[in-house]
């Protein structure tokens, strides 16, 4: 795998249409500089918007991926961004004259082939890879789908499929390292069954496809007058079946669909945004579930950046001690309410804050019966919620984030000197500046405080 970070030597154009809209489409892969990433440019539209290949843009993956931002879509994105990744270019600018890249043959080789005609361009700037420590595992149990990528020196990935199917027989596709990515997985062509294309059809999809496109796999008995139907929906009359297959010259690999199935989890993992280095294991894989390990991945790497950012030592059990608290929250004594953060993700935290005689609030309240203030609780609560948002916020010190409104709060139990206070905080919504948190605070396990709460997040201003 590649240490410094590469783009392409020159434009490069292919020429073809598009798969759902079959309109003539020009793509060209254009060099980029550094950390710049994969960005499509919608050349058609007023602007030249630009789409950058993130997987928080993804908005729909039912017959391929498609991402969007600010209301300007790019469909299919898959075979494009594989053939970006397989070859490990890390920046380009993809101008695009339509709303998908060119279907080509159905697989990445033309892009590959069209990318690798023109060279890669070392850039002298060492590649933000993403090293996978420990197994992330995306799993849907009815579909029998299960997607685990674990850690590895090198990205490899091992597929495999079954679709119950007595034409396509159970199969699987292994990649063990980039490098065998043009030889050995970018020609592999996507594939369709013969009872899914005029149903995709009769709905105004694959208005670009042919035998040309993709492989048709011929799961049951055809009449006659089905293949006259299917010429003309392909432009092409007398079509033939030929072991299982309606192309003329059938697969390319023995396991062309299980390859095509990794291709695709190639392009799709490369919406993370930087390489990885980790062994995918994936059975039954499709553009759903390899997005949705996509954005798990993505989740790790954003905690992973924010850690270091801000814990300068590692230390088992804790993700942010006093000394990251303070790097992150303004609060000072006798003000800062939170002891340590022990949980982090994108939607959940868990804080601590462990309650002594010392707190200076126990001089004034109830001081022969000492209590914490439930008001206090919430403030903690609430502190330990600022920081859950620093996954939401880019440059969380150029940021204010004020308590907006708090609803449903209910004191359950007293919390007293020698109690350890568990916050544990939900992020429920996130609409621009204002977002919508479920807190719960415990002791011993027992919930002795609750609230929702709503925080607005102000940026500061500059001097």
């Known amino acids: 795998m590649n240490h410094t970070q590469h783009t392409i030597t020159s434009r490069v154009t292919v020429l073809g249409h598009g798969l759902h809209t079959g309109q003539p489409v020009k793509m060209t892969f254009a060099p980029a500089p550094p950390n710049h990433g994969f960005v499509f440019k919608r050349v058609d539209l007023p602007g030249d918007p630009e789409v950058h290949a993130r997987v928080e843009h993804v908005v729909d993956t039912s017959r391929g ?74 799993e849907e149990v009815e579909r029998n789908v299960k997607l685990t990528i674990g850690p590895s020196n090198n990205f490899q990935a091992l597929v495999n499929i079954d679709f119950n199917s007595s034409v396509l027989k159970p199969q699987q596709a292994e990649l063990k390292g980039l490098e065998s990515f043009p030889n050995e997985i970018a020609d592999s062509r996507t594939f369709v069954f013969l009872h899914e294309i005029e149903s995709l059809y009769n709905a105004g999809l694959i208005q670009g496809g042919d035998l040309e496109s993709a492989v048709v796999i011929v799961d049951r008995h055809i009449q006659p007058e089905e293949l006259e139907r299917l010429g003309k929906i ?76 801000f814990q300068t030592v590692e230390k088992d059990g804790i993700i942010f001690d006093i000394n990251a608290i303070q790097r992150i929250l303004p609060h000072r004594y006798p003000f800062l309410l939170v002891d340590k953060i022990t949980e982090f993700s994108p939607n959940r935290i868990v804080g601590v804050k462990n309650v002594t005689i010392n707190e ?6 109830f001081p022969g019966n000492p ?54 905080l939900e992020l429920i919504t996130m609409k621009r500046s204002i977002c919508k948190m479920k807190g719960v605070a415990k002791v011993d396990g027992q919930v002795v405080s609750f609230a929702d709460m709503v925080a607005s997040i102000v940026p500061k201003e500059k001097s």
């Open 371 to 424: 209590i914490m203030p439930g008001v206090l609780q919430l403030e903690a609560m609430a502190q330990v919620g600022g920081i859950l948002l620093l996954n939401t916020i880019e440059n969380p010190e150029s940021v204010w984030v004020f308590i907006a409104a708090i609803d449903n709060a209910r004191f359950k139990k007293p919390v007293v000197p020698g109690d350890s206070l568990v916050f544990e």
């Open 234 to 309: 392909f432009n092409k009359p007398n079509i033939q079946v030929r072991e299982g297959v309606l192309n003329e010259r059938g697969f390319r690999h023995t396991n062309e669909p299980a390859r095509h199935k990794l291709l695709d989890l190639v392009g799709d993992l490369a919406l993370v945004g930087v390489p990885i280095v980790g062994h995918v294991e994936a059975i039954r894989p499709g553009h759903k579930a390899n997005v949705e390990l996509a954005k798990m991945v993505k989740s790790q790497l954003q905690k992973q950046r924010i850690t270091r950012k």
């Open 65 to 138: 991926t498609t991402i969007a931002e600010k209301g300007v879509k790019v469909h299919t994105v898959e075979h494009t961004l594989a053939a970006l990744a397989g070859l490990q270019i890390d920046n380009c600018l993809i101008e695009i004259d339509g709303p998908e890249p060119p279907i080509m043959d159905g697989s990445a080789k033309f892009f590959s082939d069209a990318l690798l005609s023109v060279g890669l361009q070392e850039q002298g700037v060492q590649r933000n890879a993403f090293v996978i420590t420990e197994p992330i595992c995306y």
């Open 360 to 365: 200076p609030f126990f001089q004034g309240h």
